[in-house]
């Protein structure tokens, strides 16, 4: 009687396993392409070193990547194709290639015509041009808002998203937009440009705003009148002449210390970073001198201010290496490396907040009139 109905349900098993065999053959029939490559953040590839158009690269895991260059995009030409890291290329996906970096990587691109930055996955090799940084999909040059030019202006720099935006990414989804990057600080990414090699088809990003050239005032032809002698013009007036520089103390001697201000600008040991710094939070620099804030209740500037040396040469050096400017205190003795000015309070917050995380946690907020 056991025997039997162990074999009626088995035969039932059989008969609903063959009536049921059309939906199976359905479900895989339906499955979405992309699973024939599968999608993860771990392992992370980084691979041999390879050439690439005459050129060997040498895949690196440089956790503070941060520069400046061209990029481009690439579309439906690749869609379904294998990217480097074996998973399959989605046109609309937010991805992008880089030569070095591993893969996967997570970088925010900022296009540097407009501010607006975004968070892109990498997940395959390239671009196969050497005047080009990077290379996106369509649904991230999209997204940049580039997508009707050839090559473009951005600056990439590695992240480490949280899990949701991972995800997400992974998923072929974009996520927000990061914060826009203010022209102040738009200003010297672009001086990066400078130098680099520029891709034919590389849309024009707007010029660094310079003051315009001063005027030579001339006199006015004199002016005869009937039964008047004609006056002679006045020479005009000469500009007092300006004092000279206080002169840099030669470096080597002992007077290249690195110092950062405390409360009370009373110097303290400075807080160091084994992290390249490459936060570039300020306009170009001027030849021209500070302007000391009017007495007549007008608000100072606000600066970010980095370090300060009593050697004018290192500040120089430091100041040109991360995008900044150079200030010397009132009594000449010190050289700051800062960040600005900056309109407001808020404004400044943003420059810090780069700062820190570009390695100086010892950066502060000043505001004084820049001297």
């Known amino acids: 009687m056991k025997n039997a109905m162990i074999g009626s349900l088995g035969m039932a098993l059989l008969l609903s396993g063959c009536g049921g065999g059309s939906n199976v053959s359905r ?49 439906e030409e690749l869609n379904g194709r294998n990217t480097a890291n074996g998973e399959l290329f989605i046109p609309e996906g937010i991805s992008g290639a880089h030569r070095t970096l ?23 090799r390239g671009p196969a041009a050497s005047n080009r940084l990077i290379d996106l999909s369509q649904g991230a040059a999209r997204q940049l808002g580039v997508l009707g030019k050839g090559a473009f202006a951005v600056r990439v720099r590695r992240v480490n998203p949280p ?95 690195f110092i950062v201000e405390g409360e009370g600008a009373r110097p ?43 050697s004018s040469a290192r500040a120089d050096e430091l100041a040109k290496r991360i995008g900044a400017i150079t200030q010397v205190s009132r009594d000449g003795k010190l050289f700051r490396v800062r960040y600005g000015p900056y309109a407001d309070a808020k404004a400044a917050e943003q420059g810090l907040t780069l700062a820190k995380r570009n390695g100086y946690q010892g950066s502060r907020i000043q505001q004084d009139s820049g001297r």
């Open 27 to 75: 479900s895989l029939e339906t499955a979405p392409a992309t699973l024939a490559g599968s999608v993860s953040d771990y392992p992370a590839k980084l691979g041999e070193p390879y050439v690439l158009d005459g050129i060997t690269y040498t895949p690196v895991d440089v956790f503070n990547y941060d520069e400046a260059g061209y990029a481009s995009w690439y579309g």
């Open 163 to 257: 899990e949701a935006e991972r995800a997400m990414l992974r998923a072929g989804k974009p996520v927000a937009l990061r914060m826009d990057t203010p022209e102040s600080l738009l200003v010297p990414l672009r001086r990066k440009l400078d130098g680099l090699p520029r891709p034919a088809n590389a849309a024009a990003i707007p010029a660094a705003s310079t003051a315009p050239a001063a005027v030579a005032a001339t006199a006015p032809e004199p002016v005869s009148k009937p039964g008047k002698p004609t006056e002679k013009a006045k020479p005009p007036k000469q500009a007092a002449a300006k004092p000279a520089p206080a002169k840099a103390a030669p470096a080597g001697q002992g007077n290249d210390r």
């Open 268 to 310: 303290r040991a400075a807080e160091t970073s084994s992290a390249p710094n490459r936060a570039t939070l300020d306009q170009p620099r001027s030849d021209k001198p500070p302007v000391a804030a009017a007495t007549s209740g007008a608000s100072s500037a606000y600066f970010v201010q980095v370090a300060a040396f009593s």
């Open 102 to 124: 591993p893969l996967p990587s997570y970088v925010e691109v900022t296009s540097l015509d407009t501010g607006k930055t975004i968070l892109v996955r990498l997940n395959d």
